[in-house]
Each structure stands twice: as C-alpha cells, then as structure tokens.
Nanobody, 124 residues
Framework: QVQLVESGGGLVQAGGSLRLSCAASGRTFGSYAMGWFRQAPGKEREFVAAITWSAHSTYYADSVKGRFTISRDNAKNAAYLQMNSLKPEDTAVYYC?????????????????WGQGTQVTVSS
C-alpha cells in the first residue's frame, strides 16, 4: 500500500509560479516511479510529468515542457512539480500517482496509487 498526499495548490495569476508537493508513505519510496496528472472540469485526466525511481529520467507533456519540472527526494519520501510561467489553461486539479515499477509511464492506467488532488487555478 502507498498513501499519497498532495499540497501546494492555489490561485495564481498568469505568468506566476507554484510548487506542488506529494508526500508518500507506505512502501519504500525509492522503489517506484512517480507521475503528475491533471484534470480540468469536463475533461479527462491527462498526463503532465513523470520521473523514474532513481530520478535518472523525466518525461513531460508537450503542453508543459520547458515550464514545469518534476523532481523527487527519496530521502524525504516526496515528489515535486515546479510550475513556472503558468497559463489559464493550466487550471485543473493536479494529482500525484505512484507506479509500482522503477520505470515511468505517461498512461493513467499504469499507475497503482493516487492522491486526492490539489486545485490549481490560474487567473488571466
């Protein structure tokens, strides 16, 4: 079992920044990959970023590449999503997810555990 709790969401103006955190507990954090996904009202949940267990490799959706950075600190059992140059279209509920494999994935169905989500709202 893995428990995930996101934090750091909020309201920000376009062009601003936010840093999301995901605190994990349960299984050894350094043994599995992590991902961030988001879901806007009326839309399907979509991939944002992912990172392998070792942080050796990272992956990003084209829509956030160059603006968002995923990272992890295995000693602190935490993953992060630094979001810069935010746009109104980034408004969504953001979820962190754990995939019980060392390699990352961009597919929602390949993740085994999910957090409850944190709201990010970007005003124009």
């Amino acid at each position: 079992q893995v428990q995930l709790v996101e934090s750091g969401g909020g309201l920000v103006q376009a062009g601003g920044s936010l840093r999301l955190s995901c605190a994990a507990s349960g299984r050894t954090f350094g043994s599995y990959a992590m991902g961030w996904f988001r879901q806007a009202p009326g839309k399907e949940r979509e991939f944002v970023a992912a990172i392998t267990w070792s942080a050796h490799s990272t992956y990003y959706a084209d829509s956030v590449k160059g603006r968002f950075t995923i990272s992890r600190d295995n000693a602190k059992n935490a993953a992060y999503l630094q979001m810069n140059s935010l746009k109104p279209e980034d408004t969504a509920v953001y979820y962190c997810a754990a995939r019980l494999y060392p390699t990352a994935s961009i597919e929602t169905y390949e993740y085994d555990y999910w957090g409850q989500g944190t709201q990010v709202t970007v005003s124009s």
